[in-house]
């Protein structure tokens, strides 16, 4: 005959499975105690950073009546090829005013780098939720989702790396950049300063390289092509456009509303021998 454990016992083992005993569900209280701390501790950090980035962001009003004359991102350039022993290399540079610089191109740039762009108040929430999902898919940061705005701020102040607190920085400033300027004074400076080749920063400088003429005077396929070569102006040149540029001015000049876009030259035919 099978002895029965004493009552004791069997009170006992009742008490240690019980999940409302005191005992048993005080090492669950211990370890939210330390998540909780350490959630706290972290948004605490955070927080203390994001207030240090906002007390040290840039002065932007001067920019609405003073051109800037050099930028990061110039100044990048200008160390990596002093880096690469380039001694002859330098920036080439040509301020112009929002009147002089074509009309093409203007509708050019703002179908292909930001369709929202007065719209938004310097950030897209649309084209940043779709950047941020297409990141979060390849795991690394592929898509910026970056308004012309934010581009501005990036290269005026910021360097080129890509990681969440620059990304952060880059917001903030471009933020400032709204309150502080109009959307005209935000596009031309862009213009004027954005990297457009090797050396070469704003679209004065650029149309004079590549197609020797003033910005002003840039017809609707030259202006496709310019637009279309800001996403990487050191490997794609308007003055000799990859077959991949071709089709961007293409699509480029579509979305500019313009129905029959004239197709790309056809290369040179070499004289019969």
């Known amino acids: 005959m099978r002895s029965r454990p004493p009552a004791s016992a069997s009170r006992s083992s009742s008490k240690e499975s019980d999940p409302y005993n005191p005992c048993v569900a005080r090492p669950w209280r211990s370890i939210a105690k330390r998540i909780l701390k350490t959630l706290v501790a972290v948004a605490a950090v955070g927080f203390a950073y994001v207030a240090y980035l906002y007390l040290s962001l840039p002065d932007v009003r001067r920019l609405a009546g ?3 004359t050099t930028t990061a991102f110039m100044e990048l350039r200008i160390r990596e090829a002093a880096d690469a022993g380039r001694s002859k290399f330098q920036i080439r540079y040509r301020w112009v005013p929002y009147s002089q610089v074509s009309a093409n191109l203007r509708r050019a740039v703002i179908v292909t780098e930001d369709a929202a762009f007065y719209d938004h108040d310097g950030i897209d929430l649309t084209e940043l939720k779709a950047s941020f999902e ?3 898919e390849e795991g690394q940061l592929l898509r910026g989702g970056s308004t012309i705005t934010q581009q501005l701020a990036k290269n005026l102040y910021l360097s080129p790396t890509r990681n969440p607190m620059r990304k952060v920085e880059e917001l903030m400033i471009a933020r400032r950049l709204e309150a502080a300027l109009t959307k ?20 004065e400088a650029a149309a004079r390289a590549y197609f020797g003429s003033p910005c ?3 017809s609707v396929e030259q202006a496709a092509l310019m637009a279309g070569a800001i996403i990487n102006p050191r490997v794609h040149s308007p ?5 991949r540029l071709l089709r961007r001015q293409q699509i480029i000049i579509r979305r500019m509303g313009i129905k029959d876009a004239p197709s790309p030259a056809p290369p040179p035919v070499a004289p019969p021998s």
């Open 134 to 136: 297409k990141n979060w």
């Open 66 to 68: 003073t051109n800037p």
């Open 239 to 243: 003055a000799k456009p990859t077959g």
């Open 216 to 218: 002003a005077s840039l």
């Open 184 to 203: 005209r004074r935000i596009f031309e400076i862009y213009l004027n300063m954005i990297e457009w080749g090797d050396g070469i920063f704003g679209c």
